[in-house]
């Protein structure tokens, strides 16, 4: 497990901007626009037909992460939508699990 006390955010959490933000909220607020080599490892978990959120967004992050030298993981399923919770009944995978394997992978847990 890590130790220590470190200025580097330990997390990240995103949210949404509404149904109709302005272009200025997006330039503002958009995540893949605000990540430097401080930004936290980060998995990203995402389903291919969200029509919520595109799959593009959470591709823009990781490609985002990866120039800034991030550790990053990005898991895209191919159905799942948006919110599916714990269990994507689309698939036999659990994302929870992948996400326990990352974690410690990362030294968070063990």
């Not at 595109?54 to 799942?80: C, T, W």
Request: with cysteine; proline share 5%; charged share 15%.
């Amino acid at each position: 497990m890590r130790v220590g006390k470190s200025a580097r955010a330990a997390l990240c959490l995103l949210g949404w901007l509404g149904s109709a933000p302005s272009a200025a909220d997006i330039q503002r607020f958009s995540a893949e626009l605000a990540i430097s080599k401080e930004t936290p490892p980060t998995l990203l978990i995402h389903a291919a037909d969200d029509v919520t959120v595109p799959v593009a967004n959470s591709i823009r992050f990781f490609e985002a992460l990866q120039e800034n030298k991030v550790p990053a993981q990005l898991m895209v399923y191919p159905a799942g939508g948006h919110g599916y919770g714990l269990n994507n009944a689309t698939t036999g995978d659990r994302w929870i699990e992948r996400c326990r394997q990352w974690l410690q992978s990362q030294g968070w847990i063990s």
